[in-house]
């Protein structure tokens, strides 16, 4: 199957500090990817849906001046959680299909960041 | 609005006996796709079976089966044989071709599978 790295995977830091997390696809060119974010024990939520080339599509409640998301390329999409607090204490997963389009489509996670904020 | 629901927080089986975990959604949607993920204590989601809303039979990989009730809006994973390496959080998702979210899957909040020697 597909492969999609996310790097770091995992990352500590200070309250009030800015935090990048890279996604990409290894193996295949991703015009749509995905970011989750999950609490222990919790379901995945949809944060937002980045386009290559286009802004983030946020879902509702989550502040997009706070995760700023890149879609630079077809193998790459970036989340940074700016001015990160311990609430914001999380794991964070993107996804990436296919060009198909097609409602098949796989979509192939990463393997995650875990990030607590101190 | 889309929705999908696991009532199951928690299931426990013994090695090579078979396990359903229960799944039903909720759409308007006539076109809509059901997938299974498993995910271990590492983390990572692992893409487990497939099952399209127009399709006739009910899909199969491997020990995994999907138990696809249109009516009921069910759409069960049937584990058979388990085996302590399925011991997992398993999650239901749906993803709905006039989604607005872009078609990214939803998920339920998913069912934690113990299986014992």
């Known amino acids: 199957g597909a492969v999609v790295s996310q790097h770091p995977s995992w990352v500590i830091c200070k309250s009030g500090t800015s935090v990048k997390i890279e996604c990409r696809s290894l193996?295949?060119?991703?015009?749509?990817m995905f970011w989750y974010r999950q609490f222990p024990k919790q379901s995945l939520m949809l944060m937002a849906t980045?386009?290559?080339?286009?802004?983030?599509?946020?879902e509702q409640g989550v502040e997009k001046d706070k995760f700023l998301i890149n879609h630079a390329s077809l193998t790459l999409s970036t989340l940074t959680v700016t001015s990160a607090h311990p609430e914001d204490s999380s794991f964070y997963i993107c996804?990436?299909?296919?060009?198909?389009?097609?409602?098949?489509?796989?979509?192939?996670f990463g393997p995650g960041t875990r990030l607590t904020v101190l | 609005a889309q929705k999908i629901t696991q009532t199951q927080p928690g299931m426990f089986v013994q090695e090579k006996e078979a396990v359903t975990l229960d799944c039903t959604y909720d759409?308007?949607?006539?076109?809509?796709?059901l997938f299974w993920y498993k995910q271990p204590s590492s983390g990572e989601m692992i893409f487990l079976i497939y099952?399209?809303?127009?399709?006739?039979q009910n899909a199969t990989e491997g020990r995994y089966s999907l138990n696809f009730q249109k009516a009921r809006k069910s759409a069960n994973l049937v584990i058979s044989a388990s085996q302590l390496g399925d011991s997992a959080m398993y999650f239901c998702?749906?993803?709905?071709?006039?989604?607005?979210?872009?078609?990214?899957?939803?998920f339920g909040k998913g069912t934690t599978l113990s299986v014992s020697s």
């Open positions: 996804s990436a299909r296919g060009t198909s389009g097609s409602i098949t489509d796989t979509q192939y």
């Open positions: 193996d295949f060119q991703a015009t749509t």
């Open positions: 980045s386009n290559e080339g286009s802004k983030a599509t946020y």
């Open positions: 759409t308007s949607d006539p076109s809509y796709g």
């Open positions: 099952q399209g809303s127009y399709d006739q």
């Open positions: 998702a749906m993803r709905v071709s006039g989604n607005q979210a872009g078609t990214a899957l939803i």
